[in-house]
């Protein structure tokens, strides 16, 4: 028993360097463009049936099939920002672009189905099936792997947000867009190339769901949205802090109770957001929402 | 002046729409063609629900197939309890109601004590719970669900039932649509939509108001959900609980207008019967979902309002510049201060532009 709590903490911190990595794109979006994406599920997806195609027809690798994944991403991302989102205007903007968001999601999945057809894939190398033996267990090469990457993305994004005067803009611009329009940044640069990296992180996410989620097809998206989601709101909207956290609090507690009962594993994740919901309306992290101006 | 004549006349467009809906089935008695007037009703009975709570408040539910498939399950495990076929069935659709209602106000307690997308998120969840909880629990059958009683009604009006059941719920729904839209009940609603910090400053109790609000659209959407599910004969958690319903139903009602008594429905009996045909026609549903989804967007980004608001808009300041162009002709010279037409028919959202314009002309 104490073995297989151990073995859930290790898998639930591994899985959520993935997953964290996911939702910081998805936060990221929400605080500078103050929408949520609720296409970035079906665009994790999209992501892994970009590596399965690099690797299944071009036979690249799926850690060096990234280098074009993620630029294809990056380009998609700002595609879509572009335009479907920036030309919303008025009072219902923010429901109007989640909506938006959740029309092209629609299309994508659509695709998929019609391209690659509802069977499952899955993304295969020599090191999904290998595993290292660390401390009495065996970790699966891929998880270690993909962590790494996950963790070295994540600091990416934070030498980007706090150390470049791109960065600089960006966090301006989650503060108050007004100001920072009026201090010269363009903001509307900011927000397009926002969403292309929030939406890049996804070709990482994808790549790492289609090699650990045992298969995946195009109807996987609906899972990853709303795990997602729940991390973000969980971790406070906007606080990049608080998604990594939560990230690796969810998937714990899933993997937790997945010893007990995997058929209710998934559901965690809902009722502890329902639970933080109620006692704390703002997440773990959030800051107090501000009255709309 | 003009009021008794327009509300006589509306009043009569709205008699004749429904006589034409009832003597529907008796025109058109292709099965085909009464199956997809079935589930055009219930779409819009569910559409007109959505708006009663969504589009009057401003608080945009993706979670209301929650209420949809808890009627439909209701229905489903209510009579196989009591071994309820034929007419009886129908009989269990208040019971469906009920735990609709039942359901959406721990709900809602929870849910609208949030606001914007934390709201919206929260009802996604609130969706996945109940798909995973239908799929996991064994009293509805998981993955397999629930079949309904067969109907034993003569295959030549088989629809027939359904159809006018479908037809009463909507009626039902579009009159508590209008009263609650004239009301003070209403108006609270639009308040909160507006500016929920100011309505509560100005004496709304807003979450009471916020709450019978979703009760009331819970109560109907189950309701609807326990009629398709006696209409299609089966329950499964994908399909009971299906974020396409959510998406539809929200595309009903912004592509007819957000908030309006009309719009919902009127994108109900334009999408539905569409979206059916296509799938009847390419047998292929992720071709009706892309087309689906890029209706939406063109929606969204060309008639961002709705087609019943930006159609009103566009109708009122044509009758304004008719009116004002008489009025020129008749004094017999530009009297623009007066003649500003926009400012006069008091049409919403008239863009300055024009005003700019006549002041210009009306200059040395």
Same mark, same amino acid.
Not at chain 1, 34 to 38: A, H, K
Not at chain 1, 281 to 288: I, V
Not at chain 2, 347 to 351: D, E, F, S, T, V
């Given at each position: 028993m104490a073995r297989q709590i151990y073995e859930a903490i290790t898998d639930g911190i591994l899985g959520g360097g993935v997953y964290a990595l996911m939702a910081v794109g998805l936060t990221l979006i929400f605080g500078v463009l103050?929408? &949520?994406?609720?296409a970035q599920g079906i665009l994790v997806v999209l992501g892994a049936y970009l590596s399965y195609v690099l690797s299944v027809h071009?036979? &690249?690798d799926l850690f060096v099939g990234l280098l074009v994944t993620v630029p294809v991403m990056f380009v998609i991302g700002v595609a879509i920002q572009w335009l479907f989102i920036r030309p919303l205007r008025g009072r219902d903007r923010t429901s109007m672009s989640l909506l938006a968001c959740y029309a092209v999601a629609l299309i994508i999945e659509g695709i998929l189905y019609r391209v690659f057809g509802p069977n499952y894939v899955v993304l295969n190398a020599s090191y999904v099936t290998s595993s290292v033996h660390l401390f009495g267990f065996y970790l699966p090469d891929i998880y270690l792997y993909g962590f790494a990457l996950a963790v070295a993305c994540v600091a990416a994004l934070y030498l980007l947000l706090y150390r470049t005067r791109f960065g600089r803009s960006v966090r301006a611009t989650m503060q108050n867009q007004t100001a920072a329009r009026l201090i010269g940044i363009d903001v509307n640069r900011v927000a397009a190339v926002t969403f292309g990296i929030g939406v890049a992180v996804t070709a990482v996410g994808g790549m790492m769901f289609g090699a650990t989620s045992g298969g995946f097809n195009p109807n996987s998206g609906y899972d990853l949205i709303s795990r997602l989601l729940a991390i973000i709101i969980l971790g406070g909207l906007g606080s990049i802090g608080g998604a990594l956290a939560a990230a690796v609090f969810m998937t714990t507690a899933e993997a937790l109770v997945d010893i007990w009962s995997p058929d209710w594993a998934v559901v965690v994740f809902y009722v502890a957001l329902v639970l933080v919901l109620t006692l704390r309306?703002?997440?773990?992290?959030?800051?107090?929402p501000v009255r709309a101006q | 002046m003009s009021k008794p004549v327009r509300t006589g006349g509306r009043a009569g467009g709205i008699l004749a729409v429904f006589a034409v809906l009832a003597v529907f089935p008796l025109v058109l008695q292709n099965a085909t063609v009464t199956t997809i007037a079935v589930d055009t009703l219930i779409f819009g009975a569910a559409a007109v629900a959505w708006n009663i709570f969504s589009g009057y408040?401003?608080?945009?539910?993706?979670?209301?197939a929650v209420f949809f498939g808890t009627g439909a399950y209701t229905v489903g495990i209510a009579a196989r309890a009591w071994q309820l076929t034929g007419d009886a069935v129908f009989a269990l659709l208040p019971l469906a109601a009920a735990v609709a209602a039942g359901l959406a106000v721990p709900l809602g307690l929870i849910a609208l004590r949030v606001r914007r997308h934390t709201f919206v998120v929260i009802t996604i969840a609130f969706f996945f719970i109940a798909q995973l909880t239908a799929t996991n629990l064994s009293v509805t059958g998981g993955s397999s669900g629930i079949l309904a009683p067969s109907p034993n009604w003569d295959a030549a009006t088989f629809n027939n039932p359904f159809y006018y059941t479908a037809l009463a719920l909507l009626a039902v729904t579009i009159a508590m649509s209008w009263l609650i839209r004239g009301s003070r009940f209403g108006l609270q609603l639009r308040a909160i939509r507006d500016d929920e910090d100011r309505a509560a400053g100005l004496g709304v109790r807003a979450m009471p108001v916020k709450l019978a609000a979703f009760v009331i659209s819970a109560i109907v959407t189950g309701m609807a959900g326990g009629l398709w599910f006696y209409f299609i004969g089966q329950a499964i958690p994908q399909f009971a609980f299906d974020p396409l319903f959510d998406l539809s139903v929200v595309v009903m009602a912004f592509f007819g207008g957000?908030?309006?008594?009309?719009g919902p429905l009127l994108g109900a009996l334009l999408i539905e019967p569409a979206q059916q045909w296509l799938t009847l026609q390419y047998t292929n549903e992720y071709l009706s979902e892309i087309l689906l989804g890029a209706l939406f967007l063109v929606v969204i980004l060309g008639l961002p309002r709705g087609v019943i608001p930006t159609g009103a808009e566009k109708i009122a300041m044509l009758r304004a510049r008719l009116r004002s162009a008489r009025e020129t002709a008749a004094a017999g010279g530009p009297e623009r201060q007066r003649a500003d037409p926009v400012r006069e028919a008091g049409?919403?959202?008239?863009?300055a532009r024009d005003t700019g314009a006549s002041a210009r002309e009306a200059g040395p």
């Open positions: 103050d929408i &949520i994406n609720i071009l036979h &690249i309306p703002s997440g773990l992290f959030g800051r107090s | 408040s401003g608080y945009i539910s993706l979670g209301h957000l908030g309006t008594i009309w049409a919403p959202g008239a863009p």
